[in-house]
C-alpha cells in the first residue's frame, strides 16, 4: 500500500504559515492614521481660536474680583460692551443710564451707579460691590461667545 520513501504527513500539528505581520502598515491605515490626525488638529485650532477669543472674558472676571468705584464699574461695563457692540452704539451711550440699561442689574445698583458716577464720593459699599460683583458675574456668562 505505501511505496517506499513515502511519509505520512504529521496530521495532529499541521505546518502553519508564518503570523502576518503588523508592519508594515497597509495603505489604509496610513490613510485613516493621516485623516484621523488631521482631523484633531483642526479640532485644536478651533479649540485654540475660541480660547484666544475669550480671552477678554477671563480677563474681565479675574478684574471683578477687584474692588472698584463706581466710575471704574462703568468703565469696565462699557469695555464689556464694546467687545459685543459697534464702537459708534456704545460711544453715543453719554449718560450712565443708557449705558447701564443694556447690563442685567437690579435698578437699585443701576440708580446707585449712576448717582455716583463722577463724584467725589463714588464709592460703593461692600453688600452693593458684591452685589454688583455677583449681577455682572452672570451677566458675562450669559453673553454669546465672540
Not at 480677563?59 to 459708534?88: F, G, N, V
Not at 463722577?118 to 453673553?143: G, H, I, M, P, V
Request: proline share 7%.
Amino acid at each position: 500500500m505505501l511505496e517506499k520513501g513515502y511519509s505520512v504527513p504529521e496530521l495532529l500539528q499541521p505546518a502553519l504559515p508564518q503570523s502576518i505581520s503588523w508592519f508594515p502598515l497597509p495603505p489604509g491605515w496610513l490613510v485613516l492614521g493621516l485623516v484621523l490626525f488631521i482631523a484633531l488638529l483642526i479640532f485644536l485650532l478651533f479649540r485654540l481660536g475660541r480660547w484666544r477669543r475669550n480671552l477678554w472674558r477671563r480677563q474681565a472676571l479675574a478684574s471683578l474680583q477687584q474692588p472698584h468705584s463706581a466710575d471704574s464699574w462703568l468703565a469696565l461695563i462699557k469695555r464689556i460692551l464694546l467687545m459685543h457692540q459697534p464702537r459708534a452704539a456704545v460711544s453715543h451711550a453719554l449718560k450712565p443710564e443708557e449705558l447701564l440699561s443694556q447690563v442685567e442689574i437690579d435698578s437699585e445698583l443701576r440708580r446707585a451707579l449712576s448717582e455716583k458716577y463722577c463724584r467725589a464720593d463714588n464709592e460703593l459699599d461692600a453688600s452693593q460691590n458684591a452685589r454688583l460683583q455677583t449681577q455682572l458675574k452672570t451677566w458675562l456668562e450669559k453673553l454669546p461667545y465672540v
